[in-house]
C-alpha cells in the first residue's frame, strides 16, 4: 500500500510564498507520476500540477502557470510545490496524489489517480 504525506500548508498573505511536499512510502512500482490537486470549499477537486517521475516532464494548469512548480527528488521520493505570487483564489485543501501511470495523458482528471494524501490546508489572506 502506498502512502503520502503532505506537509508546508499554512496561511500567507496575497503575494507570499509557500513550498508543499509530499513523501511518499510503500511503493514497488518503477515508473508512475506524482501531482498536486486542490479543493476549495463548495468546489470540485481540481487539478494543479503532475511530474513524470522518470523523465521529469510537467504539467500545470493554467490557472498556476508561471507561478507555482512541481519538482521532485528521487533519493528522498518526495515531490515537492513551490508556490510564489499566491492569491486569494489559490486558498485550499491541497492534496497529493500518485499514479501508476508514468505518462502525463489525462492527468487533470481524479479520477485518474490511484493514491491520495490525508491534504494540508493552505490559505492565502488578501
Known amino acids: 500500500q502506498v502512502q503520502l504525506v503532505e506537509s508546508g500548508g499554512g496561511l500567507v498573505q496575497a503575494g507570499g510564498s509557500l513550498r508543499l511536499s509530499c513523501a511518499a512510502s510503500?511503493?514497488?512500482?518503477?515508473?508512475?507520476?506524482m501531482g498536486w490537486f486542490r479543493q476549495a470549499p463548495g468546489k470540485e477537486r481540481e487539478f494543479v500540477a503532475a511530474?513524470?517521475?522518470?523523465?521529469?516532464?510537467?504539467m500545470y494548469a493554467d490557472s498556476v502557470k508561471g507561478r507555482f512548480t512541481i519538482s521532485r527528488d528521487v533519493a528522498k521520493n518526495t515531490v515537492y510545490l513551490q508556490m510564489n505570487s499566491l492569491k486569494p483564489e489559490d486558498t485550499a485543501v491541497y492534496y497529493c496524489?500518485?499514479?501508476?501511470?508514468?505518462?502525463?495523458?489525462?492527468?487533470?482528471?481524479?479520477?485518474?489517480?490511484?493514491?491520495w494524501g490525508q491534504g494540508t490546508q493552505v490559505t492565502v489572506s488578501s
Open positions: 510503500g511503493r514497488t512500482f518503477s515508473n508512475y507520476a
Open positions: 511530474i513524470s517521475w522518470r523523465s521529469g516532464s510537467t
Open positions: 496524489a500518485t499514479r501508476l501511470s508514468g505518462t502525463l495523458v489525462r492527468v487533470t482528471i481524479a479520477d485518474n489517480w490511484d493514491y
